[in-house]
Each structure stands twice: as structure tokens, then as C-alpha cells.
């Protein structure tokens, strides 16, 4: 079953001004080698023809000090890695994560191959969270509220994509949230 739903997006600084990809035409960009985001910002210089400097950190945390530092306009990467690392910066208020989603993936926890039972049982509990409401809760603990020990607050609402899966279970694949 999907328990969360990512979207794709990018961390500037608020005194940049920029709001959309169409923004860092002829900017600076950076995302972390080896992530899917390599290939949709390819995708996004392909089909909207946004050109920028495209450069990889070697780890989201590098990525990230990338922006900090200046040396790229916007980090891309999934909002809820990007709002965990503007929570814990020095100064969270100088940053915010923009822009229409670059891409949608679903993401589940993972179990044995095979094992229907034990799928079926997983799939009952989680169906049970979402129509009770629980696990709605257990998100405004951990997105929206403050997290021990340092009372971080990663302060992310939770997406459209995500408020549908909690509405409609499902264990649909990662290629059919491209297509909602």
C-alpha cells in the first residue's frame, strides 16, 4: 500500500524570487548524483527547453550547502528530503520549496516477495489507519509539529497525491502517479 507520496520540487532562497523552473533559465541547478532527479531535469530542459547549469552534489547535505552557500540558485530533489534539510539549517525562513512538482512517486513499505498472507494483513492495517484517520495524525506529528530533541519543524502540508491515496488505498506503481 502507498503510505506516502513525494513530489518532486526545488529549494531556493526566498530572497531569490523564484517561484517556477521556468525561473532558473540561465541559472544554476543542483541535485544529488544518482537520484531520479538527474533525469527530470533532463526532462524538464527536454520538453519546456528551460536551460540552466545543471550540477550534482555528491549527498543531498552537499547538494543543499550548494544553495547555502550561493554557489546554485535552487536544489531539486523530493520536498520532503528538501523541507528535512531547510528545518534544520540555521535559518530556516530563508529558504522555501517551489515550483510545480517535477515528478510524483509513491512510496510504500517494503515486504517479503510472495508472502500474500502477510501482505494481506499489512494491507488490513494500513487501510484501517487511513480510514480512521490515524495515520492523517501521525503525519501532523511528524511533518507539522515540532520534532524532539531539537523541536525541528519540517512544516510540509500534506500534497493532493497523498491526501488521494489516503482516500482510495492502493498499491499502484510508481508509473501510474505520472499519470494522475
Known amino acids: ?4 507520496v513525494t513530489e518532486a520540487r526545488f529549494v531556493v532562497k ?7 523552473a521556468e525561473q532558473l533559465a540561465g541559472k544554476t541547478v543542483v541535485t544529488t548524483t544518482g537520484t531520479t532527479l538527474v533525469q527530470r531535469l533532463r526532462k524538464l530542459t527536454a520538453d519546456k527547453g528551460v536551460t540552466f547549469d545543471l550540477i550534482c552534489g555528491k549527498d543531498h547535505a552537499d547538494s543543499f550547502l550548494l544553495v547555502e552557500s550561493g554557489r546554485a540558485d535552487a536544489f531539486a530533489m523530493d520536498d520532503n528530503t528538501l523541507a528535512g534539510l531547510v528545518a534544520n539549517s540555521k535559518n530556516p525562513r530563508d529558504y522555501q520549496i517551489v515550483g510545480k512538482p517535477l515528478g510524483v512517486e509513491p512510496i510504500a513499505i517494503m515486504i517479503r516477495k510472495n508472502d500474500t498472507a502477510f501482505k494481506a494483513a499489512v494491507d488490513q492495517a494500513i487501510k484501517g489507519m487511513m480510514s480512521s484517520g490515524e495515520l492523517e495524525k ?3 506529528k511528524w511533518f507539522l509539529g515540532p520534532i524532539p530533541p531539537h523541536n ?10 497523498l491526501k488521494a491515496a489516503f482516500a482510495t488505498p492502493n498499491d499502484d506503481p510508481a508509473e501510474a502517479y505520472e499519470n494522475k
Do not use: Q
Not at 526566498?14 to 517556477?20: D, G, L
Open 14 to 20: 526566498t530572497s531569490s524570487e523564484i517561484t517556477s
Open 1 to 4: 500500500m502507498t503510505t506516502y
Open 138 to 140: 501521525l503525519y501532523a
Open 152 to 161: 525541528a519543524i519540517v512544516g510540509i502540508p500534506m500534497g493532493e497525491s
